[in-house]
């Protein structure tokens, strides 16, 4: 208890201490705020420069955070409005298809001069799906940074596989 006692003491005084060494500096230097007196001679210092502008104003004085606030909103609205626009084919005006001829009695009717073939079948060769497979090997090895013997072989197969994949491909 008496440690605690001796050392508000201490603070105290050095606080007071503190505020007495404030006190003279202030009557040092005169009042911020009353015009100096007469008498004493004014002391020729260089003007201060103004305050500097606080960081977060940009252009014409508007902070960051406005300019941002404003892109979103601009954002929010652009993507709004492409969603109540129309999405295009439903208009009379808009041409016919290729493929369809239409009546000079009804445009609103058309009819298909041909029947829609079928799309056509993709065949991918086996090398190519081995192909794939290796890179997903090679690129999971690179990913977890497994760079021992196991990644050159599997990057020796990839490449190998890769050029029977281009060979077995082109026409």
């Given at each position: 208890?008496?440690?605690?006692?001796?050392?508000?003491?201490r603070q105290q005084r050095e606080l007071e201490e503190i505020r007495r060494s404030f006190a003279e500096m202030g009557a040092r230097m005169g009042s911020m705020f009353e015009p100096a007196e007469?008498?004493?001679?004014?002391?020729?210092?260089?003007?201060?420069?103004?305050?500097?502008?606080?960081?977060?104003?940009?252009?014409?004085?508007?902070?960051?955070?406005?300019?941002?606030?404003?892109?979103?909103?601009?954002?929010?609205?652009?993507?709004?409005?492409?969603?109540?626009?129309?999405?295009?084919?439903?208009?009379?005006?808009?041409?016919?298809?290729?493929?369809?001829?239409?009546?000079?009695?009804?445009?609103?009717?058309?009819?298909?001069?041909?029947?829609?073939?079928?799309?056509?079948?993709?065949?991918?060769?086996?090398?190519?799906?081995?192909?794939?497979?290796?890179?997903?090997?090679?690129?999971?090895?690179?990913?977890?940074?497994?760079?021992?013997?196991?990644?050159?072989?599997?990057?020796?197969?990839?490449?190998?596989?890769?050029?029977?994949?281009?060979?077995?491909?082109?026409?």
């Amino acid at each position: 208890m008496a440690t605690d006692r001796d050392e508000q003491l201490r603070q105290q005084r050095e606080l007071e201490e503190i505020r007495r060494s404030f006190a003279e500096m202030g009557a040092r230097m005169g009042s911020m705020f009353e015009p100096a007196e007469d008498d004493e001679p004014e002391r020729a210092g260089p003007p201060t420069p103004p305050p500097p502008a606080p960081a977060g104003l940009g252009l014409q004085g508007r902070p960051r955070w406005w300019w941002a606030a404003a892109v979103v909103v601009l954002f929010v609205a652009g993507t709004a409005f492409g969603y109540l626009l129309p999405k295009g084919g439903g208009g009379s005006d808009s041409p016919s298809p290729p493929g369809t001829t239409t009546t000079p009695s009804s445009r609103a009717q058309a009819i298909p001069t041909r029947p829609k073939a079928a799309p056509p079948s993709t065949v991918v060769p086996d090398d190519c799906l081995e192909t794939a497979e290796l890179a997903d090997e090679v690129i999971s090895r690179l990913i977890r940074n497994n760079r021992d013997n196991r990644l050159a072989l599997a990057l020796r197969d990839y490449t190998v596989a890769s050029q029977a994949c281009r060979r077995e491909a082109s026409p």
